[in-house]
């Protein structure tokens, strides 16, 4: 198959769907992953370069079984993009260990799970992994000790498969959004919250999905093919200015 393959995880909306449709059309085939099977099915109807896979990522056997169907489909696989993800925004002293775990299992089993399934198919082709963070897993904030955690974990997961999977040609970078102008953060972030987050940015203004598409669409492609374990903050400055706002603050 001449067109190289991109594995995307959350691709039913949001970073995940645009990501799939710029690697479309940069001329690429895309498996789209996703356990809203629903959703997944409608954005991927008429994108005629892209497979939808409806499977959970936190999930072992699925995991093994998507990355056969996949292969079985494609017969390779180029790019890992993990993307797929969970939030809760609670105060420490109110998240229960249950939505820690489900946090948890999402946002760090999943990208761990996916990536060690598919490690063997980009073997064969020295291929890359992005994984997807956050500012919030590169310094702490309010209301966010499962999600930031999460994301922490993800940054140094990614580390440790640079260092370990370069000796076959295998790239792992991560990228970690800032506020991204998204339906849903548009539908939950106050007048207030936005306001906060204007002035602390020194671009001052939310990103796009499509921004955050372009990074890792980057760091899958030939041209990023000497860049490996870095840690890609795509958040208009908002990480050198510094988190945990008091608008942000639930009291």
């Given at each position: 198959m001449s067109k190289k393959i991109a594995l995307v995880t959350g691709a039913a909306r949001?970073?995940?769907?645009?990501?799939?449709?710029?690697?479309?059309?940069?001329?690429?085939?895309v498996a789209m992953i996703d356990r809203d099977g629903d959703e997944l099915q409608s954005a991927s109807a008429d994108l005629s370069d892209?497979?939808?896979?409806?499977?959970?990522?936190?999930?072992?056997?699925?995991?093994?079984?998507?990355?056969?169907?996949v292969l079985g489909a494609f017969g390779q696989?180029?790019?890992?993009?993990?993307?797929?993800?969970?939030?809760?925004f609670l105060p420490v002293e109110e998240t229960s260990f249950a939505t820690w775990r489900r946090?948890?299992?999402?946002n760090l089993d999943g990208v761990f799970l996916v990536?060690?399934?598919?490690?063997?198919?980009?073997?064969?082709t020295k291929g890359a992994i992005v994984n997807i963070g956050s500012i919030s897993g590169l310094r702490a904030s309010t209301l966010r000790v499962a999600y930031g955690t999460s994301?922490?974990?993800?940054?140094?997961?990614?580390?440790?498969?640079?260092?370990?999977?370069?000796?076959?040609?295998?790239r792992a970078n991560c990228v970690c959004p800032g506020p991204v102008k998204t339906k849903l953060a548009m539908a939950v972030?106050?007048?207030?919250?936005?306001?906060?987050?204007?002035?602390?940015?020194?671009?001052?203004?939310?990103?796009t999905e499509n921004e955050?598409?372009?990074?890792?669409?980057?760091?899958?492609?030939?041209?990023?093919?000497?860049?490996?374990?870095?840690?890609?903050?795509?958040d208009g400055g908002f990480e050198t200015t510094g988190v945990g706002l008091p608008a942000l603050r639930r009291k």
């Open positions: 949001g970073i995940g769907l645009a990501t799939a449709k710029l690697f479309i059309a940069q001329g690429w085939n892209a497979k939808p896979f409806i499977f959970d990522v936190s999930i072992p056997e699925q995991v093994d079984q998507m990355i056969a169907d696989i180029d790019a890992v993009v993990n993307n797929a993800g969970v939030a809760d946090i948890m299992e999402t990536s060690q399934a598919a490690i063997p198919a980009l073997k064969e994301k922490a974990a993800v940054i140094h997961m990614t580390k440790q498969q640079a260092a370990e999977l370069g000796e076959y040609g295998i972030h106050s007048p207030e919250i936005i306001s906060a987050y204007l002035d602390a940015m020194p671009l001052g203004r939310y990103g955050i598409a372009e990074v890792i669409h980057f760091l899958c492609s030939d041209k990023a093919s000497f860049v490996t374990g870095q840690i890609v903050a795509a």
